[in-house]
């Protein structure tokens, strides 16, 4: 049987930014692995924050009573087998328009609480499935590390949804690799190694971590990098006349 999966890109640049081009490539992987796969690119839908009156738990069974994009989203999210969100890590998180679709879930599941050891968390509205979470992140930083806090915040979540956290797809310094990629350097173990990594998740549930490491690998030299990136800042600007 074909896994379901549910992709949300909550990048502001949609399928054109550096977060869409890798979560493209695994996307592209998981198709491989016969998964089928719903894609939501958040930029070009409207969805509100949560007005936090809770009236889909308390008034309407379910149902936001907001009348937005979010019908779309909650039948998919009911039958799916993975989630993969996909965000580029603004302010150590995820971004704005990703969080307002998370925190508008809340009708999926119901009001009441559930307790196992020191964790408590709702249950699933529907019967209990096994569901598998992923993250797919990018960012202009050198060091994987800037990514421990939004893969923190995604284990809770997996936590609370009742899911298991597969892994994560994380590019640093990714304005690096994408420019590098078109202009044809060697970084395609890169891109085969998103689409391998998705495959696997399609066919067995799980990625592999020699994988990831491969996805997050160093492509440029740091401090390179750094003055790279500061000079073609410092061009911009001067060119816009801001500074001298």
Request: glycine share 8%.
């Amino acid at each position: 049987m074909k896994r379901q999966v549910v992709a949300f890109n909550g990048s502001p640049n949609g399928p054109k930014g550096n977060t869409g081009f890798l979560l493209g490539q695994f996307i592209e992987g998981l198709k491989e692995g016969s998964a089928e796969v719903t894609l939501f690119n958040l930029c070009d839908m409207n969805i509100k924050p949560c007005l936090g009156d809770l009236a889909c738990w308390l008034r309407t069974d379910g149902d936001c009573i907001q009348n937005d994009d979010m019908i779309k989203i909650l039948p998919v999210m009911q039958k799916t087998d993975i989630i993969v969100f996909a965000s580029p890590l603004y302010v150590d998180g995820m971004t704005g328009i990703l969080k307002n679709t998370i925190d508008r879930m809340i009708p999926l599941v119901l009001p009441f609480v559930e307790v196992m050891g020191e964790h408590m968390w709702h249950p699933w509205r529907n019967e209990k499935r096994e569901i598998k979470m992923s993250l797919v992140s990018t960012c202009g930083f050198w060091k994987i590390e800037n990514f421990d806090p939004l893969v923190a915040h995604m284990k809770a979540m997996a936590k609370n949804f009742s899911a298991e956290y597969v892994g994560a797809l994380l590019r640093p310094h990714a304005p690096a690799f994408r420019t590098m990629h078109q202009s044809g350097a060697p970084v395609d173990d890169i891109i085969h190694a998103a689409r391998t990594a998705g495959k696997e998740l399609a066919e067995t549930g799980k990625m592999k971590d020699s994988d990831l490491q491969v996805v997050s690998r160093p492509v440029i030299e740091r401090d390179e990098y750094v003055d790279r990136l500061n000079e073609l800042f410092g061009e911009i600007l001067e060119k816009k006349g801001k500074i001298n």
